[in-house]
C-alpha cells in the first residue's frame, strides 16, 4: 500500500533520538535497528571505520497508531553526507509500482537535483532520491516488482 512517512538524518545521534522518540510515542521499530556494519559491501566503496559500523543505517517507528512512520539514519561524512541545519529531513514516498514511482521522481527532479537515480537497491526496492527546485529532499521506495 502506498504511504508518506517522514526521514530523519543525523550525525551519529539516530540511535539516541530514535530511543527519545519510542518513549513519548511507544511502539515498536520495524525490522529493529539496521547499521552500516550490516550491509554488504559496496562496489567502490572504501572499507568503513568500526566507528561507522555501529552507526545506524535504517530505524523506523510507526506512530499515532501506525497512521505515520517515522524513519531515520546516520549520516556518516567519509560516506559522502553532509547534513545541515534545514537537509536534515526528507519526504519519503513509497508508491505502489515502479511506473508510478518513476512518474513522481521524474515531476519532483525536474529543475531540481537528482541525488541517487531510482535503482535496484541490495534490499529489494527501487530506490532513488532527489531535491526539488524548491529545495524539497524526496526518497522513493518501490517495494513493488510490478511497474
Known amino acids: 500500500m502506498a504511504s ?6 543525523f550525525l551519529d545521534q ?3 533520538a530514535f530511543l527519545f522518540y519510542q518513549s513519548i510515542f511507544g511502539g515498536e ?3 529493529g535497528i539496521r547499521r552500516f556494519g550490516d550491509m554488504p559491501p559496496q562496489e567502490g566503496q572504501p572499507p568503513m571505520s568500526e566507528a561507522t ?3 545506524v543505517m535504517h530505524v523506523s ?4 497508531g501506525g497512521i505515520h512512520t517515522l524513519m531515520g539514519n546516520d549520516c556518516p561524512p567519509e560516506m559522502g553526507f553532509k547534513v ?3 537537509n536534515n529531513f526528507h519526504i519519503s514516498l513509497s508508491p505502489d509500482t515502479r511506473k508510478e514511482a518513476k512518474q513522481l521522481f521524474d515531476g519532483l527532479a525536474k529543475g531540481g537535483m537528482i541525488t541517487m537515480e ?3 537497491v541490495f534490499w529489494g526496492a527501487y530506490y532513488g532520491s532527489c531535491t526539488d527546485k524548491y529545495g524539497i529532499q524526496w526518497m522513493f521506495n518501490c517495494e513493488s516488482k510490478e511497474d
Open 84 to 86: 545541515n541545519a534545514g
Open 29 to 31: 521499530f520495524l525490522g
Open 118 to 120: 531510482l535503482q535496484d
Open 4 to 9: 508518506v512517512n517522514t526521514y530523519l538524518n
Open 61 to 64: 517507528l510507526p506512530i499515532l
Open 14 to 16: 539516530t540511535e539516541e
Open 53 to 55: 559500523k555501529h552507526q
